[in-house]
């Protein structure tokens, strides 16, 4: 038997990877890489150099983040190494067995297991397991690159091989399965009932015009729902509902499962739609009220009567023995609404003309729900990609805040101050109260300029943290205003991201809690409000 694959091997590899900037030299090396392993190395090396991601069913498992590794690093001594000795396949486990430990103790026991793979690793290895533990791998290996690698080393089409990802969702499973049972084998790969198919996701467009010039033709519009993704398989009486993260949450949600078996008309089925959490009237309540649903351990029949749920579907990948997700998306909902109760199927609209869409948009606004998702109605369902045949357009909403504190990046951010504590202002004392943090929405550049401009107005430092005078002000677009026990001032923005760097305001001119709150409380002209007694703040 040969002997096992050092981890070596792979770093230097993935040195060379860095060192040149040709795409095609890239994937000749890695593919070259790729057939140089067996079949068990193969899998971990892909797992390791996709930063661990790309089996999307353990996606996030390991969990450890940017500060606990820092102090593992400091701490961990490094023995002098005669020989190398870690192996691709050994890292690749260490890492595994970290990530699936959970629970009581387990940061301490995680951090244990890396730092004794720290320790018999060279400074390059040690370099790499920490990047590749971030998940931030920069050296060029995009899915798509390991894709082209895994295609031109199996000796097989990249579309079969793409194909076959987008059904395992599991890049490292994909490249075994083409390398050692080549085209054979990724043919064979398929839908299976209750082994959850990863969703296809949207793009976004700023506006419905933008939409028409995406989708020149005519577009099905849905309503945008405020819900939870779920994807419902169903055999017969048994039906199993699973999350966008591919997590079986059928406990959680038993009226649904009673639902799909009285209005489901048929036996065998994998559906999508969105779960949302609605009052007695049936008019949705924000997305935090339907968290509580799934946060919810205890008593199930409780949360139900607390937090009822309306599902809406809006797509079909399976009906009766036949794979269906490599339709047009205008046959698959002619199918779904052969086979479902029509109170089940998501609002939509099939149109050319702009007026109509704006009118179908207001409407969805109206009726408490986010905006609108085009599809193109010749768009074949491609699980886990988010392209342009889905887009989802929503009412922009934006604040300006100030940057009160910045925390220091992590993996390819850690040179930069780079997720900013962002402030608004109380009116009637002056203070200024955090609303909510974010990373999301500046170029490299505009980082450095950043990190520049905030240790100019440093005033405390505790290696982490930087407080800075509150100078720089944002423009933040975000998803929808929370009430939050985290925050003094009560609420949180939720997915905050900056839109604009203010340079023409100052601190003097930002927005007051008090506009937050007005926000908040304007979500109920459409929305239904949490009763009194579950509210938290
Ligand atoms: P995003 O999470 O921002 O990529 O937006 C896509 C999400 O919007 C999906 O995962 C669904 O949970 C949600 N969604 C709401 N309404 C629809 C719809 N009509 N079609 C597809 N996705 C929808």
């Not at 943090?437 to 440093?458: C, H, I, N, P, V």
């Not at 943290?465 to 026990?485: F, G």
């Not at 839109?499 to 601190?507: C, F, Q, V, W």
């Amino acid at each position: 038997m040969p002997s096992p694959t050092l981890f070596m091997k792979m770093t230097d590899m993935l040195q060379e990877l860095g060192a040149t900037s040709s795409r095609r030299e890239k994937i000749q090396r890695l593919s070259i890489f790729l057939k140089g392993l067996d079949e068990q190395e193969v899998r971990a090396a892909v797992l390791l150099m996709s930063g661990l991601a790309s089996s999307q069913r353990d996606r996030g498992a390991l969990e450890v983040k940017g500060r606990i590794l820092q102090r593992v690093l400091y701490s961990t001594s490094q023995t002098t190494l005669e020989e190398p000795e870690l192996t691709i396949v050994g890292v690749y486990d260490q890492l595994r067995r970290a990530a699936s430990i959970f629970g009581a103790g387990s940061r301490s026991r995680k951090e244990a297991i890396i730092s004794a793979l720290l320790s018999h690793a060279s400074e390059v290895e040690r370099e790499y397991i920490v990047r590749m533990v971030l998940g931030e791998l920069r050296v060029g290996l995009a899915e798509g690159l390991l894709l082209e690698a895994i295609s031109k080393a199996a000796g097989v089409e990249r579309e079969l091989v793409r194909r076959a990802y987008t059904l395992i969702g599991d890049l490292g499973e994909t490249a075994r399965l083409a390398l050692k049972e080549r085209r054979e084998g990724l043919m064979r790969v398929g839908v299976r009932l209750f082994e959850p198919v990863s969703p296809m996701l949207a793009d976004t467009a700023p506006d419905l015009e933008s939409v028409f010039r995406m989708h020149p033709e005519r577009t099905i519009f849905e309503y945008k729902l405020d819900g939870a993704r779920v994807q419902i398989h169903r055999q017969g009486e048994h039906v199993e509902v699973f999350s966008r993260r591919l997590s079986r949450i059928t406990p959680s949600l038993p009226d649904i499962v009673d639902l799909v078996l009285r209005s489901l008309h048929v036996q065998e089925a994998i559906v999508e739609g969105e779960v949302v959490a609605v009052d007695e009237a049936g008019r949705p309540m924000p997305f935090q009220e339907l968290m509580r649903r799934f946060r919810r351990t205890g008593d199930v029949q409780e949360a139900i009567r607390r937090v009822p749920v309306r599902l809406f579907l809006f797509d079909i990948l399976y009906l009766s023995g036949k794979v269906v997700l490599d339709l047009p998306l205008s046959e698959r909902r002619r199918i779904l609404e052969e086979v479902c109760a029509k109170e089940l199927l998501a609002p939509m609209l099939l149109t050319d003309k702009l007026s109509e869409a704006e009118e179908f948009f207001d409407r969805s606004i109206r009726e408490g729900h986010e905006g609108l998702v085009a599809k193109a109605p010749d768009a074949r369902y491609t699980p886990g990609w988010r392209g342009k045949g889905w887009l989802k357009v929503k009412k922009a909403e934006t604040l300006d805040v100030v940057i009160v504190a910045a925390d220091r990046g992590s993996g390819r951010r850690h040179r930069w101050l780079s997720n900013y504590h962002l402030a608004v202002r109380d009116s009637e004392t002056g203070d200024l109260l955090e609303v909510g943090k974010t990373f999301k929405g500046l170029t490299d550049e505009e980082f450095e300029y950043m990190t520049a401009r905030l240790q100019s107005l440093k005033i405390m430092d505790d290696g982490y943290t930087v407080k800075v005078k509150p100078e720089i002000v944002l423009e933040v677009a975000y998803d929808e205003v929370q009430m939050s026990p985290h925050y003094r001032s009560g609420y949180a923005l939720r997915f905050a991201r900056i839109k604009r760097i203010r340079e023409d305001k100052s601190a003097g001119e930002i927005d007051t809690v008090e506009k937050v709150k007005e926000l908040y409380e304007a979500i109920f002209r459409r929305k239904a409000r949490p009763r009194c007694s579950d509210r938290r703040v």
